[in-house]
């Protein structure tokens, strides 16, 4: 298995502000994962953020709004830019078991947008 | 486009209840599928992985079983508990690049 570590676990932000979350793995891992969930919703995949390369976007989600960083195999930031109150959500990071199959989810971060 | 669906959205049972979640999906070109459990405003906690070349797969008082001709899964609740009562998710996981669709999930309330 694999455990991960999310910072801030909540947060109560301003309009306009932006916030960033961070992400830690115990184990390296190829592939990482930020999903968002609504109140009252299901669980939307915003990006998957690998090493090395620029983070590939879902569709209605853009990196002027969500910029991610992967600085090593370990590691993640979400940042939310220019907050509003539509962004009040979970911020949930996730990651494959080193064996390629099972998901494992950070305890998220609860953003609450005055 | 792969979608996951959960009914009911809430339950609630007394203690001692033998119970059984539903999950649907739309395409059975799946990986595999993926049980999860969310506290109130939490995260998600893995219960039971099953993979596309299995039936079913279990943990202590918990089965899921999966039809993927059907595109269907259960998850079953053995003498369910208060401590049971959370939201219970369903994820398909396509293979593609390892991406998970979610369903809505069930709320499930265990009475004591």
């Known amino acids: 298995s694999a455990v991960i570590s999310q910072k801030p676990s909540r947060d109560i932000c301003q309009r306009g502000t932006s916030l960033t979350i961070q992400c830690q793995v115990d184990s390296q891992v190829t592939m990482m994962f930020w999903y968002r969930q609504q109140p009252g919703q299901s669980l939307t995949l915003i990006a998957t953020a690998n090493q090395g390369s620029e983070a590939t976007y879902e569709s209605g989600f853009v990196i002027d709004k969500f910029p991610i960083s992967r600085p090593n195999l370990t590691f993640s930031t979400l940042t939310v830019s220019n907050m509003s109150p539509e962004d009040s959500s979970i911020y949930l990071c996730?990651?494959?078991?080193?064996?390629?199959?099972?998901?494992?989810f950070g305890q998220g971060t609860r953003l609450t947008v005055v | 486009k792969q979608e996951v669906t959960q009914i009911p959205a809430a339950l609630s049972v007394p203690e001692g209840e033998n119970l059984v979640l539903n999950c649907s999906f739309t395409d059975s070109a799946i990986y595999n599928l993926q049980w999860f459990r969310q506290d109130p405003g939490k995260g998600l906690t893995s219960l039971l992985l099953?993979?596309?070349?299995?039936r079913e797969q279990t943990s202590g008082r918990l089965n899921a079983s999966l039809d993927k001709s059907s595109g269907r899964s259960t998850l079953y609740i053995a003498a369910s508990q208060p401590g049971d009562s959370a939201t219970y998710l369903c994820?398909?996981?396509?293979?593609?690049?390892?991406?998970?669709?979610f369903g809505k999930g069930i709320t499930l309330s265990v009475r004591p």
């Open positions: 994820a398909v996981n396509t293979g593609a690049n390892s991406k998970l669709t």
């Open positions: 099953i993979q596309s070349s299995q």
């Open positions: 996730s990651v494959e078991a080193p064996t390629g199959s099972e998901a494992f």
